[in-house]
């Protein structure tokens, strides 16, 4: 499997039109005279849309699709055919119009408040899971350092701290392999911080297997174990994916996994729907991991939204309110303080007085200066993780080998660590109200404590707050330099192990050492008398700085920083400094989680179509010729277009006859693959309809029952003589599909589609004939690289 | 003037369709075959889609068109044909694209970078702005109440107090009088907090002059006026108008009033751009008021934006944060504090301690309890208001009526100021470290103040700090009990007089009033030992009822109270408030500015089509028949149609005839009014280019030096020759406009065009044949009633 650059079908863009069919290559430049086949199918023009995703029916197959990192190309510069769309455009055919003139005002009354009830749950479950991995974490990380510092404790005074080393590594050891076990075999989709995935979902892209209850499971257990085996990591990135699982649960009303169906919220089981849940589930998530309920509501709306809808925001609003407060409400009983609602977040950075942190307009240059210093660190960062993905693409593919590698990672991190601390001759005097959870004596005299363990013999949040919080002169600078030099290559090493674990923490916690430094060295070079440079206020600079130049995320970051941090004076240099880190880290390097998704080759839609795009019209980018139903057309036919494993078509326009000569047929409907395997499932043939009267009608609710699992073609038997029945697709079709010429723009054409949030656009000649369609993966294919417009080769994986 | 009803032309869409031409009237139902008339126009299907603003050119049409109250239709029932519609989609014609496709990739960065320096002016030309008005209302306030209070001491003491209330009184009525003359006679747009009028322009509605640098300068000095004047008004609405006019003149690089052009950001002189600005101005003017930035992004997309934009709301926040930043900055030296940093906006709510202010579990029910009364009191002040305006349209329409009355209700409130300070007999002891500005001994003993005086002998922004931050005790249930009452009145009663003023602190105050008073209720209740009903807790909650209550804002008001406060903790109780008061004010009325909006018959399309409106189609709402050009025209053609004052359509489908038989013609473009405007001037005909070689080739340049002030048809000089001329469209028009079928849902033509800001949408039928054209109007005519969905008159008004 390590050869896995040879399964990569290189196919260009003249390959993918001519495949399978036999179809002369077209270049795509002219329309083409459609032509009846001898088969009864009318090619139009053929073009592969994506390849059909086969579930888990065909189980030698399901490995290769489950997405596992061996999986992933090892180039970006392809654009993989294996991720379908999501379709957030309503299928309004003749059904689906039918129900919703029947409903009266107090239905969509009542379908209103269940989206609000909805939305309240998903805040609720995200708050508790949240206030479950808190507690957990912190009881079992309070366990394992008591351990581990009454075993310093004991060998320090006898000698034979080798002991005490070998104790940290193999507990921390012990807890990662149980995560990474659980990942690395049961459900490889949790590891990471899941934001990429949710990301691309929100785009639009369906992702296999990302919002389902058994990932959640793993999520959950796998940060546990991660953040206390003592890896470099957070617990709050993977919250927003479990917030995001659980309201595409919720929202369903059932559990395909649990086989259970509750019967409810049926009207809900459509991707339009169940995307704007998920985007409140991932609000909810970021609300329940900073404390940010703002905040999450812009990340929901950064990433994802592409219709920006009041009501929904509002809804988006409520369920980061509800999450934030759940978690609130449970710590505050936890921690014995019932009512104290002062814990938002699971991470606390502590109250920033706004008395004690006043900036002056001269610290803004310093600040900008930050920004760019993170914005080089944070690339850096970027481009060793990807050098190490590619490696790990390569040569750690295996479970068993990820499994290792994680061990490995946390068990270098205990002995880093402790070298570190060992070495390390930083005492500070223990003051009677320290804030030290796990003050360690080791050398130093008694009544202090060694200052670097306070940065590494902690979980990381706790360590960020120190750094924020603690008075001036608490840390020297060597320590300092020391710690932010290992704890980044730790956090780089760390990032993509085959772990459940999020970046932001460690992101912050090299931010804050390298801005305490700052502050320290700011300090000391100016007068020593003023103390305008406050080491916490440079650390949270620096942490801002440094977790900006890694995610570049900008709107939303900025305010969960500000709410996170529950002070609003910093919003100012707060975005400057990461807009600084943008600015300086774009020029290197991209984003972590945009180099995570561009090497998996997923067809992601930026916000807009590439500047320099206009000489691009639809006519290029659309693929042709398309594979054309007829609105009444033959079972043999649809059956024999839906299995040919060659093109695995997913939208079909339909179209009808006119007259009776050979002028071409005009575009009258499109209709998905999922809703012909409804239809040949249930048997809805013209013949069959006729013959019994009594036969049930098929509904919406049958099309919703079988979503989002539709069943593959291969698994629905059709006898011969049912080959030779016909099918209406007249009532289930869309019939008024958006179309755009073939003159458009290619611009134009990518604003209708990210607007509309659309699967297909079918592009018309001025006959309205079609003569191509335009899918996700043919606007994602263009991209600015460095030498202008690029062109992304499209791939089979 | 009182006989308005007569002038306002109800006509009824039949009428409507078949006006002018004397085209047999159609319900447009059916398509018609186009026909080839005589004068050589191709009458597609002819279709009204709004009547052209004149500009200033027809002085006698002028004062109609100018928007004054007394021209607004009394009928909510009616939907106003007067407003023309933003083109929020880009005309990709030839030309367009042509200099797109020149433009490099550093081009496209120069255009980013110019965008964000003229965010950043806006924000800081807002911050001064706003900085000038608070400055220039404290020092004459301060004047104003130190000499009133100097005679109140002095008669006090001598007897003749009748005396200090007619120096009130006409002090009062003099600055209201100032700032009711220019309003009223230079700018009537001017007039109320402009919000409203920013909503329907972000909506995509053109309101006359509504960003024109006059305003601006009338907008600024009538807030003053109005706040000094003591009327029960705010200065923080204004400021929203106020970005909008900054941000919409410097994003032009030019001021067509002032008669100057830079000659830069020529590129930004469109709807598209213009707007995109617009939206940055109205969020850094609520930056300003509140100091909410984040807020401020929130209302602008609240209220605007229909596409999100990631890199456009990072512009916009930009903006809000360099205003709060500017006004900060100003204000910290005017207070000579330098660098102190902590006055984010015109109003400061003051700090809330979060240890002083935690609620608990129990008082959530107490809060959503405020809410619904919030709601109810909010929908009282609108009733009331709504009767007061059909009052004002019918009889005070006249500029110096309308100064009268705002000279009567200054008068009005000094006077009940004046009775209510009088008959009050609430003294508090005046402590050493009083925060009273102009305490008030009245008739309290020595050391004493009356506390009614704090509420009514004080700007309101002071007086709703004293209600949130006064200590226990200092205000008896009376007091505030009286005060609510008479506030209640004089806001609701000063809300729509013809002075710039805003209604977000007035009902602040009442809602601060009440809340305080229920919280005084409640410890009285309860034991009176206990202080969890902190009055000035429940003040705030008050407050925000209140205020959700008028306005029914939900999200960015959330975010706007939880920045002013500066404490993120009341987030939830705020949200669950304001929700309550939205749900229960809804109940029996409409928001304030939504009443405003409807009364004056603006188009507006809100986020969604009506729930239950899936039963029309694009066949039943379109407009037809519409008016086609030929792709190559005659110019008396041309020139006729733009003539036409009976039908004064703004987009014309553009058609081509295919073959020489009497086919129809089929659709190849679309071209605006203004457009054809700026190619009569130029002469830009067919005959012409072939005999002048060497003319200049009309540029994008020419139409942006038009915009946005196109000249009208009649001021273009057409000869008899020039008449019999053709003029090529081809260039010119938009080749790509969007389209779609008849059968088409009102809900997805409704979300096509709400998605994309679109102005014109054409109805093709499956030959590519125009029948139809949907407009704004066509939308916004169905709305939900009470009684299900409703549909609007159009009225020419």
Same mark, same amino acid.
């Given at each position: 499997? +390590? ?37 009864? #199918? ?115 005074? =006898? ?80 919250? #927003? ?151 790990? #693409? ?16 946390? +068990? ?71 710690? =932010?030099?290992?704890?980044? %290559? ?13 970046? %932001? ?75 600084? +880190? ?5 020029? %290197? ?42 609105? #009444? ?116 054409? %990518? ?47």
């Amino acid at each position: 499997m +390590a050869n896995i650059t040879k399964k990569v079908s290189w196919s260009s863009r003249g390959d993918e039109s001519g495949a399978g069919e036999g179809t002369p290559l077209l270049n795509g430049s002219e329309p083409r005279v459609p032509a009846q086949l001898s088969g009864g #199918i009318t090619v139009c023009q053929v073009g592969r849309l994506s390849t059909v995703d086969l579930e888990e029916e065909i189980t030698t197959e399901e490995d290769s699709a489950r997405g596992r990192p061996k999986e992933i190309p090892h180039n970006e510069k392809l654009l993989s055919l294996k991720y379908e769309s999501l379709d957030y455009d309503n299928i309004e055919n003749q059904l689906f119009l039918e129900e919703e003139r029947r409903m009266s005002f107090m239905g969509f009354r009542c379908l209103e408040i269940s989206r609000w009830v909805v939305c309240g749950l998903i805040g609720f479950l995200t708050g508790l899971i949240a206030c479950f991995i808190d507690i957990v974490v912190e009881q079992l990380a309070g366990i394992k350092y008591h351990v581990i510092k009454e075993n310093i404790v004991k060998f320090t005074e =006898t000698g034979g701290l080798s002991i005490s080393l070998i104790l940290w590594a193999v507990l921390n050891s012990s807890f990662v392999m149980v995560g990474s076990i659980i990942v690395a075999f049961i459900e490889p989709i949790a590891a990471g911080s899941g934001i990429p995935q949710i990301k691309c979902y929100l785009n639009g892209v369906k992702i296999p297997r990302v919002v389902r209850l058994k990932t959640l499971v793993v999520k959950v257990c796998g940060v546990i174990c991660s953040v206390v085996g003592g890896l470099a990591v957070g617990k709050e990135g993977p919250m #927003i994916h479990s917030g995001a699982v659980v309201a595409a649960g919720v929202s369903q009303g059932r559990s395909t996994s649990l086989k259970r169906d509750l019967k409810i919220f049926e009207y809900f089981r459509r991707d339009t729907e169940k995307r704007d849940f998920v985007s409140a589930g991932a609000a909810a998530g970021v609300s329940a991991a900073f404390g940010a309920p703002v905040g999450g509501v812009l990340f929901s709306l950064e990433e994802g939204a592409s219709f920006w809808n009041q009501m929904l925001t509002w809804r988006i609003f409520f369920a980061s309110m509800i999450s934030t407060f759940t978690l609130n409400f449970f710590l505050s009983i936890y921690h014995n303080k019932p009512g104290d609602l002062s814990n938002p977040g699971l991470i606390n950075f502590g109250r920033f007085e706004s008395d004690s942190m006043e900036y002056n307009l001269y610290e803004i240059p310093l600040f900008i200066a930050m920004g760019a210093i993170g914005g080089v660190l944070g690339a850096l960062f970027n481009i060793l993780n990807y050098w190490l993905t590619i490696f790990r #693409i390569r040569y750690v593919h295996r479970p068993c080998l990820q499994v290792m590698e994680a061990m490995l990672v946390a +068990a270098v991190t205990a002995t880093v660590s402790f070298t570190m601390i060992y070495f390390s001759n930083d005492c500070q005097p223990l003051g009677p109200d320290h804030t030290e959870e796990y003050p360690l004596q080791l050398f130093c005299a008694d009544g202090e404590y060694n200052s670097m363990a306070t940065a590494f013999f902690n979980t990381p949040e706790r360590s960020v707050r120190s750094l924020f919080h603690d008075s001036q002169g608490t840390y020297n600078p060597l320590t300092l330099g020391l710690f =932010t030099l290992t704890y980044f %290559f730790l956090a780089c090493w760390t990032y993509g192990l085959a772990v459940s674990a999020g970046v %932001f923490i460690p992101s912050l916690l090299i931010g804050a050492a390298w801005g305490r430094l700052c502050g320290i060295l700011l300090s000391s070079i100016t007068s020593a008398g003023t103390s305008w440079a406050d080491p916490g206020k440079y650390a949270l600079i620096g942490a801002a700085a440094q977790l900006g130049g890694i995610v570049r995320m900008t709107l939303s970051l900025t305010v969960i920083l500000v709410e996170a941090t529950g002070n609003i004076t910093y919003g100012l240099p707060i975005m400057l400094v990461l807009m600084t +880190a943008k600015i300086v880290g774009d020029y %290197f390097q991209e984003g972590l989680y945009d180099i995570h998704i561009k090497l998996q080759s997923v067809p992601f839609l930026h916000w807009e179509a590439p500047a320099t795009s206009h000489w691009l019209t639809a006519r290029e980018v659309m693929s042709s010729p398309v594979t054309c139903l007829n609105r #009444i057309e033959k079972v043999g036919t649809i059956v024999d277009t839906l299995s040919n494993t060659s093109t695995n078509h997913n939208g079909f326009p339909v179209v009808v006859q006119v007259s009776e000569n050979d002028e071409p047929a005009k575009l009258c409907g499109l209709i998905l693959r999922s809703q012909l395997i409804v239809l040949l499932k249930h048997k809805v043939f013209v013949e069959l309809a006729r013959s019994r009267l009594t036969r049930r009608k098929l509904q919406l609710k049958d099309f919703r029952d079988a979503y989002p699992r539709f069943p593959p073609i291969q698994s629905i038997h059709v006898s011969q003589d049912e080959r030779e029945c016909m099918m209406d697709l007249t009532e289930f079709m869309n019939p008024t599909p958006y179309t755009v010429p073939q003159e458009t723009s290619l611009p134009r054409v %990518f604003k209708l589609f990210r607007a509309l949030g659309l699967r297909h656009l079918v592009v018309a000649d001025d006959e309205n004939r079609v003569v191509g369609l335009v899918t996700r993966k043919d606007l994602a294919r263009y991209h600015l690289g460095k030498h202008g417009l690029e062109e992304l080769q499209l791939a089979q994986t």
